[in-house]
C-alpha cells in the first residue's frame, strides 16, 4: 500500500526537490512548465515526482505526487508528471540511486540535433559525466521513450532524449544536478567548437583510469 504523500519522511525529499527545481531554472535548464523531477523515498519502495503542469522554479509542498514502484498512485495524490514512466522505469533498473531529473537543456538538444557528439573538455565534464547516450526520438510520455531511457540508463547516468531533452540520475540530488550543470556547459562548449571548426583537445584517458582506480 502506498503510504501518504504528507508523512513526515517525505519532508527531506520535498525540500531537496524544491531547492533543486529552483536552481535548473535559475540557471536555465529548463523553462516553464517544462521538466520533471523526482526522488526516492528513504524506503526505496516509493518515490516523489512533479505534478502535471508544476513549473520547477514555483514547487511548494503540494506540487508532489507520490507513487510506487508497481506504478501506484497514492490515494489522494495529485496527478503526476506524464514522464512519469521515465522515472518509474530508470528506478526499477538502477538500485543505486534515489535521484532522477528531466529536463530540457538547449544547448545538449542543440548539439544533438546537428550531430554532434558532446565532448568532454574539462576534468569536471568526465568526473561527472564518464558517458553520454543519445536516443533517437521517442514520443514523449510513452512507455517506449520510458523502457528506452531505462536501458540507456544501465550503462550510464546521462541520458540525451533528441528533440526533447535529458535524463540524469545519481545516489543524491546535488549529484544529479551537478551532473545536469555539467552536461550543458560541456554541449556549449561542443557547439562553440563546431561553429569555430576546432577539435578541443579532451581529458586524457589516464584521467578516467584514476577516477576508477579510486572507486569515484
Same mark, same amino acid.
Given at each position: 500500500?502506498?503510504?501518504?504523500?504528507?508523512?513526515?519522511?517525505?519532508?527531506?525529499?520535498?525540500?531537496?526537490?524544491?531547492?533543486?527545481?529552483?536552481?535548473?531554472?535559475?540557471?536555465?535548464?529548463?523553462?516553464?512548465?517544462?521538466?520533471?523531477?523526482?526522488?526516492?523515498?528513504?524506503?526505496?519502495?516509493?518515490?516523489?515526482?512533479?505534478?502535471?503542469?508544476?513549473? !520547477?522554479?514555483?514547487?511548494?509542498?503540494?506540487?508532489?505526487?507520490?507513487?510506487?514502484?508497481?506504478?501506484?498512485?497514492?490515494?489522494?495524490?495529485?496527478?503526476?508528471?506524464?514522464?512519469?514512466?521515465?522515472?518509474?522505469?530508470?528506478?526499477?533498473?538502477?538500485?543505486?540511486?534515489?535521484?532522477?531529473?528531466?529536463?530540457?537543456?538547449?544547448?545538449?538538444?542543440?548539439?544533438?540535433?546537428?550531430?554532434?557528439?558532446?565532448?568532454?573538455?574539462?576534468?569536471?565534464?568526465?568526473?561527472?559525466?564518464?558517458?553520454?547516450?543519445?536516443?533517437?526520438?521517442?514520443?514523449?510520455?510513452?512507455?517506449?521513450?520510458?523502457?528506452?531511457?531505462?536501458?540507456?540508463?544501465?550503462?550510464?547516468?546521462?541520458?540525451? !532524449?533528441?528533440?526533447?531533452?535529458?535524463?540524469?540520475?545519481?545516489?543524491?540530488?546535488?549529484?544529479?544536478?551537478?551532473?545536469?550543470?555539467?552536461?550543458?556547459?560541456?554541449?556549449?562548449?561542443?557547439?562553440?567548437?563546431?561553429?569555430?571548426?576546432?577539435?578541443?583537445? !579532451?581529458?586524457?584517458?589516464?584521467?578516467?583510469?584514476?577516477?576508477?582506480?579510486?572507486?569515484?
Amino acid at each position: 500500500m502506498v503510504s501518504e504523500i504528507n508523512s513526515p519522511n517525505s519532508e527531506s525529499e520535498i525540500s531537496s526537490l524544491i531547492r533543486i527545481g529552483k536552481a535548473v531554472v535559475d540557471r536555465g535548464l529548463v523553462v516553464g512548465s517544462g521538466g520533471n523531477l523526482s526522488m526516492l523515498m528513504k524506503s526505496g519502495k516509493e518515490f516523489l515526482i512533479t505534478r502535471t503542469g508544476s513549473e !520547477l522554479d514555483q514547487l511548494d509542498e503540494s506540487s508532489f505526487a507520490l507513487m510506487d514502484l508497481d506504478g501506484n498512485l497514492a490515494t489522494g495524490s495529485a496527478k503526476p508528471s506524464s514522464e512519469y514512466r521515465v522515472h518509474l522505469e530508470s528506478y526499477r533498473a538502477r538500485k543505486d540511486i534515489n535521484t532522477c531529473i528531466h529536463l530540457h537543456p538547449q544547448a545538449s538538444i542543440f548539439a544533438a540535433a546537428i550531430d554532434e557528439e558532446i565532448k568532454l573538455v574539462t576534468t569536471d565534464h568526465l568526473y561527472y559525466l564518464r558517458k553520454i547516450i543519445r536516443i533517437p526520438w521517442i514520443a514523449p510520455g510513452t512507455q517506449e521513450v520510458a523502457e528506452a531511457t531505462a536501458t540507456a540508463l544501465k550503462d550510464c547516468n546521462v541520458v540525451i !532524449l533528441e528533440n526533447h531533452g535529458c535524463v540524469v540520475v545519481a545516489d543524491n540530488p546535488r549529484l544529479a544536478y551537478s551532473r545536469a550543470l555539467n552536461l550543458e556547459e560541456a554541449a556549449e562548449m561542443t557547439i562553440r567548437s563546431a561553429l569555430l571548426k576546432v577539435k578541443p583537445k !579532451l581529458v586524457p584517458q589516464e584521467f578516467e583510469q584514476y577516477l576508477k582506480q579510486q572507486g569515484l
